[in-house]
């Protein structure tokens, strides 16, 4: 179990996950005894302001002025044995943010040091304590390794080239369980509507390339490098032995979650799309909208601004849309009458958990909604 533990003026142990948590992306594992302390002002952000932090555990406060990423960064630069954030006082909790550019590739470099986050009434202790006589120990068991992973399409031969429908999933679930709805769910339909297609003989008018994307739960990294590499027309095998070209994308269509134990319905919010994929985005929108009116079935719009794979197309002016369950939150009594289910309850409730098998997906949702996918 990581360790933060103030050793004077008065010794202090700190509750792991309940008053401190080691940051995703944190650094390596260290042990660091008897560290003393640097404030740092202005969130570390500039160089110049931040004053001697050689061989001392960093205190800051996160600043919009730079990502958590070049703050931490910057004061291992400058010799800091170790990061810590104070968290807003709005937050009860320490925070589990990435500590890594959004957009990493392969190159990019990442944190060494460990980077944890306190609360807001752990930091303001650390902060108006008499620094020079501060001292603080910090124990963290972390591990970043840069492993080799893939993305799975499968590019259909039949259809305009020139216009691709891109329809997608991750194939990949977070380490804590067998996300068999997070996202198995969303990966099979994809699968199943692939099968179907080839086993009718459909004749699609538009080329349908079907993706399986990789490391999304790691920041949805198969899906940016394939828009990366394709949107900046770097070599690649996508273009060069399947001829998959960026300008011939048309959409994306994204399914993230579709068995949710306690489901509501839910259609990406084309509106949510930049400028430059708004309107596509809104007609994909109405097109999932006219399945669930058509069959009398309820839904809601969700927003469409950060989460999952559509990201990296609506970001470079693909449109995208997509349908999903939801996963965390909690459904009020209001939708509780229009959906179903149980009110004041999450809609999935093993999100990002061990308890995530074939026993926590919702079939009725799962017919449902791979329906909806299978007709857009």
Avoid at 86 to 99: E, I, L
Avoid at 238 to 248: L, N
Avoid at 257 to 262: I, Q
Wanted: glycine share 8%; aromatic share 8%.
């Amino acid at each position: 179990v990581p360790r933060f533990s103030v050793r004077a003026p008065v010794q202090v142990d700190y509750i792991f996950e309940t008053d401190f948590q080691v940051m995703r992306y944190g650094g390596q594992s260290a042990t660091i005894d008897n560290a003393r302390v640097a404030i740092v002002e202005d969130g570390g952000c500039v160089a110049e302001r931040v004053g001697d932090v050689a061989g001392k555990i960093a205190v800051v406060r996160p600043s919009t002025d730079c990502s958590l990423f070049e703050a931490a960064f910057t004061l291992e630069q400058m010799g800091a044995s170790a990061v810590v954030f104070v968290r807003s006082a709005r937050f009860k909790t320490p925070s589990t943010a990435r500590v890594r550019f959004t957009d990493w590739k392969e190159g990019d470099p990442l944190m060494t040091v460990p980077v944890l986050s306190v609360t807001h009434s752990v930091g303001q202790l650390l902060q108006t304590a008499a620094v020079s006589k501060l001292r603080i120990d910090i124990e963290t068991n972390t591990s970043i390794d840069v492993v080799k992973t893939f993305n799975v399409l499968c590019v259909g031969r039949e259809g305009d080239s020139h216009s691709t429908v891109l329809v997608g999933s991750h194939l990949d679930s977070v380490a804590a369980g067998p996300g068999i709805n997070d996202n198995g769910s969303g990966s099979a339909s994809t699968l199943e509507i692939q099968l179907t297609l080839a086993r009718i003989k459909f004749k699609p008018h538009n080329r349908i390339v079907f993706a399986w994307w990789s490391a999304e739960e790691d920041g949805l990294l198969g899906s940016r490098h394939f828009a990366r590499e394709l949107a900046h027309d770097w070599k690649n095998r996508w273009t060069s032995d399947v001829g998959v070209r960026w300008e011939d994308i048309a959409l994306d269509l994204n399914f993230d979650m579709l068995a949710s134990p306690n489901f509501i319905a839910l259609v990406h919010n084309g509106t949510d799309a930049p400028e430059n994929a708004r309107t596509g985005s809104q007609r994909i929108q109405r097109v999932f909208e006219d399945y669930f009116v058509r069959h009398d079935y309820p839904y809601e719009l969700t927003d469409m601004l950060a989460g999952s794979d559509f990201v990296p197309f609506v970001d470079n002016g693909v449109p995208a849309g997509g349908v999903l369950t939801g996963a965390g939150e909690f459904k009020s009594i209001t939708e509780r009458s229009k959906h179903g289910g149980l009110a004041n309850a999450a809609l999935d409730t093993c999100y990002h958990r061990d308890c995530d098998t074939l026993l926590n997906i919702n079939m009725l949702a799962l017919d449902r909604m791979s329906k909806a996918a299978m007709y857009a």
